[in-house]
């Protein structure tokens, strides 16, 4: 018991050294001169998080003009309260954009600590569910670490994250909304995940499609294996006694409860509640800062419009960009529709088929829409490469981990080397970096694959490890 | 009745047109003039500046008028698009600030940015403006044979506010800096002039000569006025301006000199044009050759004077041909002013009097080698590019003091602090992307905060292929500066495959900045009242503020691969297919455990189908479902008997598809 206890404290003061090691690290990259010429990457900045168009929205608008004159900002005006006064205040003798690398570096921190807070809930509901069904053996052998301190961790030392970081992009916020969002619905908190939602939505719209998968989260609770269980559970229950623990009855009976309780409306409907009020806040907030300027009409033609019609063709990690500047105009909103049409028409399928893991569900959603976003920048792989770390554990046989863990390393090396053969040094042309592109594009399209095959494959495992005692009679 | 006696006066008026015309009413309402001003450069060149002028009344109820010497034309234009002011130049080269001279009304009105610059003031409502602009540039694209009317679209044109001429929001502007100008914009302008290029100063304008020049510059200048004058509604003036600097052939003339590189090459019209002018356009009401003779070049003949006065002490002549020492005549001058402050002298020719037998040829030859300068705008302005590649760069727009700051800062040294007001108009095509919270102002190279200099900044961003970015602005900059650099940071825009000209690695054109100091007057003031009735010295004495364009503008962007567009389409199409198939792949692929329990479970509709669906192959396979395992079901599933169905079916549906579209 004392060397558990030891080991804990051990383990607890280890991870926070990693995390304060992370955010020092970060420091230091932000003392580079100009930031080491990250906030003009084409992978971190892309015309919805690049700083410099924040700060050139900024400037308009205190030049009583609309931020959205000119196409340069297409962000949230919240996010130009925000971060506008920042873009402007210089410190003597510090790099330029400090107070703004600050708000970044406290967002990447506060988004691994509710990774971690929402993996510790996910873990604690997990287990529950396991010893429940009785297989809570499964769990003797992964004492190494909890699934969310190494996801934070995962989240805080990928290189991507920190490229995002330090490149100043608004990703970092919006990522940290989305984590908000997940780690309300977890603990059950509608007003911190409607609120995380919300702004979400206003920030990139695409996370608007996570609110199937929080309301599941919601009604039924954190990931458990497939609800029939528990009914096959309660059903043969006399059949094995020797499966389930005696000293937790008492708890069963709660998640007995809890888990029977097929959905529960309560939380949806709270969190629907306050949902709109919520968006009513943002929009009344909007509303009031570009009144002068067009109103709320004109902000969302100029975000939302601005993400759906892909008007800025300038390159990203993303596939589209090349694809609109090539193809013919007449076509153009044929496949605008198309491409936007695939992120919606895999919901309902995934939906249906993984509605008894809503948090994976959620991720699956996340990795989805970074994926086939219209500007697509490396922040948004940080997110669903950080909430990997969740899932760790039960994805750790993983098909083409190896393959894939390559993919991506070759493919962010290569990427700025063939950016600089394009663009600076003209000796290769434009299909040079497309080639990339369409590499990183086919990574993460067999992530997705393997990521869902494997996490099919568990259940299947736990099935397996579950028929002898049902089917056997 | 009253539809009758109208008719018997429009009938009356017919049969007396012919003899109304040719009383003297016509002849006052409309004037035809022709100019040529000649002008030695201090670099070895001669400008030549042609400027004829046609005046004529314009009633408004008059719609199918007849003109006598006005191009019809150009009246209907007028009419039709309600013009109060327009301006086309058509040019070719540039104009050289730091040797031609940044002062003198000839640089300022007549220097244009290279290509064509068109700006228009219109006399119509505020929302009318664009549609009349569009309008116009249709019609002067068809009159000149140019591409101006590519100056339609919103993205090409913009509206100053200030900084280049105040008209209360109905002025546009425009430039295609791109433009080759050639004689085909040429013969067009000439038809314009009553005589066209048959008499008077319009046939020295040789064309192969005019071609081979180093800067050559036609502009066509419409003012309508509405003023109630001589009892007419309004009044046109057609301004039309031919401004060449040529390079005297120098095999011809100073050879003879040792110190041939010293010496101004001697040239006569013959010699620079190849022709002699046969006598004057007869419709032209005056018809004149002016030389004018620069401040700078004054004084340097003045010295040179004084110093041969001290050899020999014999008298020189008149007090108006006192600075003839430095260069001879052919021609004896009809009169000669002399600037008031300034000190530049113009000999006035009258070419009344000659004829094919008498030809006018005026010809100067330099006796000693004279080196002057022209005088200078306040601040000399150059523009250029920094940064290297093909993803961001920066425009600078660096203002360096010249000879006339330096004496300004010494004649105004008892005033406190004296402030040099500059104008700057800034106009970038959407694809430069510029951040203009980037503004930077380096003032004698160390950096300023730019709201301590800059009075007023107006600024509008270029929206994305809908609207070109313009920056107005106007800097108060203390007069003893040295050097002043604007600098201002872009990224550059990537264009769709369809908006790259043909030549897309030949790059971009940025449109010349306006540089203009409105404290200074470029007019010059000439002593005698009698050569006010002169249209050109009546221009030349006008009070305009000095103005100067810079350089254009040449910035590469990148390409796309312009030959492989289905390429891109097909790869970036299987990707999405890659995509959907495999999700989709993955997500209906069921375990045996599941479908058994599906089996188990009472069968509600859709369970029932499913059974159904699985079990069919099965039995097809000859196998009982039961012994099912998932690895066997996952490998088999490509020769899922359903697959080879839906195949056929598909195979099927295209076959009748085939047959009926037929």
Known sequence: MKTEMAMGKKKVQWFWTWIFGSVILRLILIYFPKNLNLSSRPEVSTPLTSIRRLAEGYWLKQSSMSPYAGSMYHGSPLLLTLLGPLTVTRIEGQPDHLLCSLVFVMADVVAAMLICAAGKKLQAAYSSSLQFIGLHHLLENSDVLPSGDFAALVYLWNPFTIVACVGLSTSAIENLMVVLSLYGACARLAPVAAFGWVMATHLSLYPAILIIPLTLLLGYGPDAPPRKLFWRRKNPEVDNPTSSDRSCLEDESINEKRMLNIFSWRPVVLFLFWALLWSSYVLVLCGIYVQQHGGLREMFKRTYGFILTIQDLSPNIGALWYFFAEVFDFFRSFFLIVFHGNILLMIVPLALRLNHRPFFLAFVYIVISSMLKSYPSVGDSALYLGLLGLFAYELKDMQFSFFLFSGYVGVSLLSPVMHNLWIWRGTGNANFYFATAIGYACLQVLYLFSLIFTSLLVLILLLSLFSPLVFLN | ?662
Not at chain 2, 201 to 209: G, K, W
Not at chain 2, 228 to 251: C, F, H, K, M, Y
Not at chain 2, 613 to 622: H, T
């Open chain 2, 1 to 662: 009745m009253a539809l009758a006696s109208t008719a018997t006066f429009a009938l009356s008026l017919l049969l007396f047109l012919p003899i109304l015309s040719s009383a003297i009413l016509e002849k006052e309402e409309e004037e035809f003039s022709e100019e040529l001003l000649l002008k030695p450069l201090p670099d070895r060149k001669v400008l030549a500046h042609f400027h004829f002028q046609t005046e004529a009344s314009m009633s408004e109820d008059s719609f199918a008028r007849h003109h006598h010497l006005f191009p019809k034309s150009i009246s209907q234009l007028v009419k039709k698009f309600h013009i109060k002011a327009m301006e086309l130049s058509f040019t070719q080269g540039r104009w050289n600030y730091e040797r031609w001279g940044g002062f003198d009304p000839i640089s300022s009105q007549n220097a244009k940015p290279p290509g064509v610059e068109l700006w228009a003031v219109f006399d119509v409502p505020q929302h009318q403006v664009d549609a009349s602009w569009k309008n116009l540039t249709h019609s002067l694209s068809g009159l000149f044979c140019a591409s101006i009317n590519f100056l339609e679209s919103s993205s090409s044109y913009s509206a100053p506010k200030w900084a280049f001429q105040s008209a209360l929001g109905r002025l546009r502007y425009g430039t295609l800096p791109r433009e080759a100008v050639c004689t085909e914009n040429l013969t067009p302008w000439l038809k314009l002039l009553p005589c066209r290029d048959k008499a008077g100063l319009s046939a020295l304008m040789d064309r192969p000569s005019i071609y081979r020049s180093f800067y050559h510059s036609q502009r066509l200048h419409l003012t309508a006025s509405r003023t109630v004058a001589d009892g007419l509604d309004s009044g046109i003036i057609l301004e039309q301006a031919l401004t060449v600097v040529l390079e005297p052939n120098i095999q011809r003339a100073g050879m003879s000199y040792p110190s041939e590189t010293k010496i101004q090459p001697s040239w006569s019209l013959s010699s620079i044009f190849g022709r002699k002018i046969n006598g004057r356009c007869v419709l032209a009401k005056s018809s004149n050759v002016y030389l004018q003779v620069e401040r700078g070049l004054v004084t340097k003949l003045e010295e040179l004077q004084e110093n041969t006065a001290a050899y020999a002490s014999n008298d020189i002549g008149t007090d108006d041909l006192r600075w003839n020492l430095g260069f001879d005549l052919t021609v004896t001058p009809d009169r000669v002013h002399r600037e008031l402050e300034k000190n530049s002298v113009l000999y006035e020719y009258s070419i009344n009097g000659y004829k094919d037998t008498e030809q006018f040829d005026l010809g100067l030859t330099w006796k000693h080698p004279v080196v002057w300068s022209s005088s200078h705008a306040p601040l000399y302005a150059s523009r250029f590019l920094m940064g290297s590649g093909n993803e961001r760069g920066s425009i600078a727009i660096s203002l360096k003091s010249t000879d006339l700051t330096k004496g300004f800062v010494a004649a105004s040294d008892l005033e406190e602090r004296c402030k040099l007001q500059v104008n700057v108009l800034q106009i970038v095509p959407w694809y430069i992307k510029v951040y203009y919270h980037t503004l930077q102002l380096l003032v004698d190279e160390k950096p300023q905060v730019v709201t301590d200099f800059v009075e007023r900044m107006s600024v509008s961003p270029s929206e994305d292929k809908v609207s070109l970015g313009m920056m107005e602005l106007i800097l108060m900059l203390p007069c003893d500066i040295k050097s002043a650099v604007l600098n201002i940071e872009f990224d550059k825009g990537f264009l769709h495959i369809d908006e790259y000209p043909p030549d897309a690695n030949q790059g971009f054109d940025i449109p010349s900045a306006i540089i203009s100091f409105p404290d200074f007057d470029a007019g010059l003031q000439f002593s005698n009242n009698s050569i006010s009735n002169s249209p050109m010295l009546s221009k030349l004495q006008e009070n305009r503020p000095v103005l100067s364009y810079t350089e254009v503008l040449l910035v590469p962007l990148t390409t796309p691969d312009f030959s492989m567009p289905y390429n891109v389409i097909t790869i970036t199409c299987t990707i999405f297919a890659l995509y959907f198939g495999s999700l989709l792949n993955v997500l209906r692929r069921r375990v045996g455990e599941e479908e058994r329990l599906l089996k188990n479970k009472d069968a509600n509709k859709v369970a029932f189908l499913r059974r159904i669906l699985n079990k069919l192959p099965a039995r097809l396979r000859g196998r009982s479902s039961e012994s099912t395992q998932p690895e066997q079901q996952s490998s088999s599933s490509f020769i899922n008997p359903i697959l080879i169905l839906k195949v056929l079916l598909v195979a099927g549906i295209a076959v009748v598809w085939q047959y009926y579209s037929k």
